[in-house]
């Protein structure tokens, strides 16, 4: 099996939105999609690293957020590369279910009322559907690693680890400030929005405890595991959100 190199694709600077690419000697596989429309973004990083789309094997979208699918139809279309998702958030990449959202803070109710999160997409259907608990090995992609199912920040969340310890979790936590890493790259916080803060902290303490030791993010990043585990174990204290205690029907688009 091939080395693997993780290159960021900027979606918007200043690492507010990034996608990923995981390069191995048999090609490459992405790792979310981007805003709708990003895809002379994804164009101009493959080719600065002598890839075109052809050479794309697989996008993984972590999650149902516009920043991270909304780019899914359109760069399945240009490469003919399956997707893979969690049936979780099927409902959402479907566009038959509107999409949820619990904040975290001020800065996640504040976001909420911006157009940004709202961003409609192109709806599609996964190729490959994660069902609760599969577990799905890389090595039929070209690389050495699974993907897992995580819930946490939405109810399909799902992560990438890789035998290289690099972890490729989506917005399972974040860095900087607002959204991404304009200032404080390197202090994780919580994402504008998350379902469940308990879950996110047990499944960040299992990555760092797996021995994941890098972790490239959908906004800021990478972090290096003490941060995240640091961060891991200070959300481990916040109380249940109402999403988590089950009082939330998730019928309302503002938990
Ligand atoms: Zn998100
Ligand atoms: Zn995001």
Known sequence: MSATTIVRIPIFP???VNAHLIKTDEGCILVDAGTPGSQRKFERVLRQNNLSFDDIKLIIVTHAHTDHAGGAARLRELS????MAHEDDAGYYSRKEPMTFCPTGPVGKLFFKTPLPHESYEGFVP???????DIVDLRDFGAEGVVRHTGGHTPGSIAVELSSQDALVGDLVAS???IG???FNGHAIRPPFEDDPQKVSR???RLVESGAKRFYMGHGGPLGASEVLR??????RI???SCASGQCDHARPLC
């Open 14 to 16: 200043f690492n507010m």
């Open 80 to 83: 003919g590369a399956p997707i």
């Open 127 to 133: 190729d490959i559907m994660m069902r609760n608990g």
């Open 176 to 178: 900087g400030i607002l």
């Open 181 to 183: 890493g304009i200032a």
């Open 203 to 205: 499944e960040l303490q």
């Open 231 to 236: 961060h891991a174990q200070s959300l481990s």
């Open 239 to 241: 109380l249940p959100h």
